[in-house]
């Protein structure tokens, strides 16, 4: 869902991202919202290949250890793989996948590893797990996922969500900052329960400790592969983004009304997205598929307001500009140090004449034969 960002009673918290939806599932702009509440990030396989270090990879079957509330284990269930690699510095971290969707653990794991290596450092302790989900049967509903997620057709059986939620229990017990806050697990355990049991369509990154990151994804198996990818490396991205834990970046971005943080947040998370996942899939032109979606997303509503529809990638068309105009590193992007150090609270404070002119003139795109590109007028 591309759309305005709304910040919600604990911005930054956890970043539920909605932005970064295929173009495809747009509905409007007025129910599109952002809600910077969580957070996450993560890691995979094929690092050998790309020159990461080492890694573990672990595949448990059906029979995981139940903490509370456990319902039996069908060994009918699918196998949820759990998937541990080595981080690049530091080797004590991990991305873990907790996958029970169609889509490959494998693919899924290499994807995440292939982007965890674009990053200069990654700090965080990962866990992603992913869901199927059906047919659409309800519009967003705030008051029973804490989110503003849909109601779907639950495809998982109660014993499979059991199994699951147990997994994410024990990842959580084991996780060093996590493993000393038992009402926060529970609190978190609770919602996931609703997500699962509701069919809830998730897109969510949420740091629950500064460096301890969750993914959830509740995907449609039919869904375009490159819609999953586009999903996974974009919150993954958020879980890269260091400093969206920082509590006093945070705190300023809350106070500051007219702080530019959603959308560099958001833009970063989609950039990113579109060179990674163009480089995997073998994208010609990931800059101008990027600013061809983003011309695209004023077509229809007419509207160039860099948090409007489509916010994600008008976002990252805007720092793309910055880039091209020589006020933004791009390699600051890609290897996630522009979050680092709060840069988004500083660097990107308003009023900012680079910054303002990206915010007003990203729209300013051309079709120009297979591609798209700023205009002039974008560079005066
Ligand atoms: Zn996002």
């Given at each position: 869902m591309h759309g305005a960002a709304v910040l919600s009673e604990r911005a930054f918290e956890t970043c539920q991202d909605l932005s970064n939806r295929p173009l495809s599932k747009v509905v409007n702009?007025?129910?599109?919202?952002?809600?910077?509440?969580?957070?996450?990030?993560?890691?995979?396989?094929?690092?050998?290949?790309?020159?990461?270090?080492?890694?573990q990879i672990l595949v448990l079957v059906a029979t995981v250890a139940s903490c509370s509330g456990g319902g039996p284990i069908d060994d009918s269930l699918a196998p949820v793989v759990v998937a541990t690699t080595a981080a690049p510095?530091?080797?004590?971290?991990?991305?873990?996948?907790?996958?029970?969707?169609?889509?490959?653990?494998?693919?899924?794991?290499?994807?995440?590893d292939f982007a965890s290596s674009k990053m200069a450092n990654r700090r965080s302790n990962v866990l992603v797990f992913i869901y199927p989900i059906g047919e659409n049967i309800g519009p967003e509903d705030w008051e029973r996922f804490d989110k503003p997620f849909t109601s779907n057709e639950v495809l998982m059986t109660p014993s499979e969500i059991e199994e699951l939620l147990n997994r994410i229990?024990?990842?959580m017990e084991n996780d060093s900052c996590l493993s000393?806050?038992?009402?926060?697990?529970?609190?978190?355990?609770?919602?996931?329960?609703?997500?699962?049991?509701?069919?809830?369509?998730?897109?969510s990154q949420l740091d629950l400790c500064r460096e301890t990151r969750v993914v959830a994804m509740g995907v449609r198996n039919d869904q375009p592969i490159a819609d999953y990818q586009h999903l996974l490396v974009h919150e993954l991205y958020h879980a890269f983004q260091q400093d969206l834990a920082n509590e006093p970046c945070r705190d300023s971005a809350e106070r500051n009304p007219n702080s530019n943080s959603v959308w560099v947040v958001e833009g970063a998370a989609d950039y990113f997205t579109y060179i990674t996942v163009g480089e995997l899939t073998g994208v010609s032109d990931p800059v101008g598929t990027m600013l061809g979606h983003a011309k695209q997303s004023i077509e229809g509503p007419g509207d160039t307001d860099v948090m409007g529809n489509a916010m994600a990638t008008r976002s990252a068309a805007a720092l793309r500009l910055m880039v091209e105009r020589g006020s933004l590193s791009e390699s600051s992007i890609l290897d996630g140090t522009l979050f680092h150090d709060c840069a988004r609270g500083t660097d990107f404070n308003s009023p900012d004449s680079e910054v303002d002119h990206a915010k007003d003139s990203w729209h300013l795109l051309e079709r120009t034969g297979s591609t798209v590109t700023f205009t002039q007028a974008a560079f005066r």
């Open positions: 702009s007025s129910e599109a919202s952002v809600v910077m509440r969580n957070m996450s990030a993560w890691h995979t396989p094929q690092m050998d290949r790309i020159g990461t270090s080492k890694l510095v530091d080797e004590s971290l991990s991305i873990d996948v907790l996958n029970v969707s169609d889509f490959d653990t494998d693919d899924t794991r290499y994807w995440a229990q024990t990842w000393r806050d038992p009402r926060l697990r529970q609190e978190e355990l609770v919602m996931y329960r609703s997500w699962l049991e509701g069919g809830a369509d998730a897109s």
